[in-house]
């Protein structure tokens, strides 16, 4: 590959065979001295002009050596990478490389816990309705059956029945309330679930177990201890009401019982002679089939209507036990909710003062920048300027070297020329010494830049997820009614 801004040579020799093409005359000759001069002197730069050389025997000159030594330096310089490109160079390609398969890597990675997340939310929804769905339709059957069954009450057991259904109904009531404040309980949970991972996207510093997280986590946690308390309490109404239904059902068959009983007394009471369906029942007066006494007969249900009481009594107890539960939890998570709402203010009021601040900041590093910009362009336009100078020094001292003989004296105007030269050297080295330093304040403030650019992106970043993202999913948060399961 050929380098822009090098110097390429070519040194011609005649060919060996005698397949030359024919030379003009005076092209002849001039190439015969051209090839004599080469052998010569073979290090000589025939394609200068013969005129910039002009120095007695072959030692070669003060200019001379000057030249070589820039044309060096500028070698080096075009081979070398700049002081900048080494400065702002910070990885290889191999950690590129790694760095886009780490980021493939956990893109994959989140994906695969989203979907599975997804899968069992979904599952978990659809065994929950069907639990739910089976669970009222049995509650529903068994109330209806129970109830359609009553179709004869007697006196002393009709009004324990009317009792024990009105507090079947108070208590599938507020079972049903609890249900549906459970269920209420999955959206409040949801979005703080959801804010969580939303706020794992914040990126660099600020990801930060903040006020924020906290409250988020805390709020998390009492959610999920108030649904494990509701489905205690869900399951104690459960086995209250069978336990309720088999008081029900017990009183139910003593007074079916009775009218069965009745009806066949009122039967045998009204048989006649003539009746039809009499008939011979040989042996019938050995027989004695009673189960009972009057003593244990009026015992018998005595005792169920004792137990029927004690368990309507239990049921009004779990009553009050979760209407006090509901409106509990039903404070609780209001007040986290009500302090979490307060921490993300205040951390959007924080987020959004340190953007105002960094925004200031960059303006005044991109000013700077401009600044220093303009003083690099002078520096350097500064050491362009003395090259005129130092070409007419140096353009003097070369000339006054030819003078003749005596005349080539080391008086006060050859010294006044060196110190020239020398002082604008110096003065072109600290020039370019700080050019040198100004670019690299240049790279510094760059740098700056890149830093500042990158936080504000991130703080832009993060009031997206909390405002956007967050804030607006908690305005959904339910109404304290739906939260003690009034729809």
Not at 62 to 86: C, G, H, W
Not at 92 to 120: F, G, I, M, V
Not at 168 to 194: D, F, N, W
Not at 427 to 449: F, G
Request: aromatic share 6%; hydrophobic share 30%.
């Amino acid at each position: 590959m050929e380098l822009i801004g090098s110097t390429l040579t070519s040194t011609y020799t005649r060919p060996k065979t005698g397949h030359f093409l024919p030379s003009i005359s005076t092209m002849a000759s001039s190439y015969r001295n051209a090839q004599q001069a080469l052998a010569m002197n073979p290090s000589a730069n025939l394609w200068r002009a013969n005129n910039y050389y002009k120095s007695s025997g072959t030692s070669p000159t003060l200019a001379s050596i000057q030249r070589e030594n820039l044309d060096l330096v500028r070698a080096k310089t075009m081979f070398y990478p700049s002081n900048r490109t080494a400065l702002t160079t910070r990885y290889t390609p191999e950690d590129w490389y790694k760095s886009n398969q780490t980021n493939y890597r956990e893109s994959e990675s989140s994906r695969k816990s989203a979907e599975r997340l997804r899968r069992d939310a979904v599952r978990l929804m659809q065994n929950k309705e069907q639990l739910t769905r089976r669970t009222q339709e049995n509650t529903s059957k068994n109330i209806g059956e129970r109830l359609n069954d009553i179709v004869f009450w007697k006196s002393e057991l009709c009004h324990e029945i009317d009792n024990m259904v009105t507090e079947i109904a108070s208590l599938t009531e507020v079972k049903k309330r609890l249900e549906r404040a459970l269920a209420e309980t999955e959206g409040p949970l949801k979005v703080s679930q959801e804010c969580l991972y939303h706020r794992e996207k914040r990126m660099s510093i600020d990801l930060v177990h903040d006020d924020v997280e906290k409250g988020l986590i805390k709020e998390v946690e009492i959610i999920k201890s108030c649904q494990e308390r509701m489905r205690r309490h869900l399951d104690r109404a459960v086995a209250q009401l069978a336990s309720n239904r088999a008081a029900q059902h017990e009183l139910e068959r003593d007074l079916s019982d009775k009218v069965s009983a009745q009806r066949i007394d009122d039967r045998c009471h009204h048989l006649r002679n003539t009746s039809d369906g009499i008939g011979y029942y040989r042996g019938i007066e050995r027989l004695d089939p009673s189960l009972s006494l009057p003593e244990s007969w009026s015992k018998f249900t005595d005792d169920n209507i004792l137990h029927s009481q004690s368990e309507r009594g239990g049921s009004h107890k779990l009553r009050d036990e979760i209407e006090i539960l509901m409106n509990t939890n039903s404070n609780e998570m209001w007040n986290q909710f009500n302090c979490v709402n307060v921490a993300f203010s205040n951390r959007i009021s924080e987020t959004a003062d340190a953007k105002s601040s960094l925004q200031t900041h960059l303006a005044k590093t991109l000013q700077e920048i401009f600044q220093t910009e303009m003083l690099i362009e002078s520096l350097k336009k500064a050491v362009r300027d003395k090259e005129g100078p130092l070409k007419v020094a140096q353009t003097r001292l070369e000339e006054r070297t030819r003078r003749p003989n005596v005349e080539l004296c080391r008086d006060n105007p050859h010294h006044r020329l060196v110190t020239e030269v020398r002082e604008i050297e110096d003065t072109i080295q600290k020039l370019q010494e700080r050019l040198v330093e100004a670019e690299n304040t240049l790279q510094t403030l760059v740098m700056t830049k890149v830093t500042l650019e990158h936080d504000l992106s991130i703080k832009a970043n993060s009031l997206f997820l909390e405002q956007e993202k967050c804030m607006s999913m908690r305005k959904s948060f339910p109404s304290m009614p739906r939260l003690v399961g009034f729809t």
